[in-house]
Every structure is written in structure tokens, then in C-alpha cells.
């Protein structure tokens, strides 16, 4: 059968360049082939198939591990994102107002350190 050689490659390298979350392209491109060869190869080849996951996996592992580094040093901005994404912490509270009847008819609501104002009994003292 005629046509361009095969491309060479082995799962070590797969492996590496998956662990840097490398995008199909940014493979091909270091391969020297379309981005169709890598993803006909990962359909062919259970070998390519698994060390692209395996890289992938490692490669969030090790991003992981990055992160839990960073929190524990104190990045107050990765203690947030991480209780949000491993424990489901949320920034938003909701809360339900009710009257004493049951209702969602508050009867009165008082607004703490607020000072009211009543401009009937003012006088105009510029005029």
C-alpha cells in the first residue's frame, strides 16, 4: 500500500505532553502530523487511547496536588475556589423571610442602623 510512512511515536511521549494538559493540536504539532492522525491512532490503538487518559490524569493530579500546596501555605484565593469545587461551598445564602402567620407577607421589616428621615417638618431656611 502506497502513501506516507506512519507516524512513529511512543506512549512515554503521549504521556508527557498529556500530563501538560497539551490540547490534539498542540500534539500533532509536536508529532509533525494532523490532529486527525492522533485521534484515528487513539481509535486503532488501546495503548494510545490509555496513556492519553493516563496523562491527563496525571497531569490533573499533579495540578491538584499544586493547588492543596498553595491553600495550605494560606492562598486565602485557593482555600475559597477549593471549598467551592471539593466541598460545595457556595458565596450565596438564601433566605426565606416569613410572617408570624406562615406567609411570605413579612407584616413589618426594620432596617437595623438605619436612621429614618421625614422631610415634612423641615424648613427651607435658604429661601
Request: with cysteine.
Given at each position: 500500500m502506497a502513501g506516507r510512512p506512519?507516524?512513529?511515536f511512543t506512549t512515554e511521549e503521549i504521556i508527557k505532553?498529556?500530563?501538560l494538559n497539551c490540547t490534539m493540536e498542540e500534539i500533532a504539532a509536536y508529532f509533525g502530523c494532523n490532529k486527525k492522525t492522533i485521534e484515528r491512532r487513539m481509535?486503532?490503538?488501546p495503548d494510545i487511547?490509555?496513556?492519553i487518559d493516563m496523562g491527563r490524569n496525571l497531569g490533573k493530579l499533579s495540578l491538584r496536588?499544586?493547588?492543596i500546596q498553595a491553600a495550605d501555605k494560606g492562598n486565602a484565593t485557593m482555600l475559597v475556589w477549593l471549598g467551592k469545587q471539593v466541598l460545595g461551598q457556595k458565596d450565596k445564602t438564601e433566605t426565606e423571610?416569613?410572617?408570624p402567620d406562615g406567609s411570605l407577607q413579612p407584616t413589618q421589616i426594620v432596617l437595623k442602623g438605619v436612621s429614618s428621615y421625614d422631610d415634612s417638618?423641615?424648613?427651607d431656611t435658604d429661601s
Open positions: 506512519k507516524k512513529e505532553l498529556c500530563r481509535q486503532d490503538d487511547a490509555e496513556a496536588r499544586k493547588q423571610i416569613t410572617s417638618d423641615s424648613t
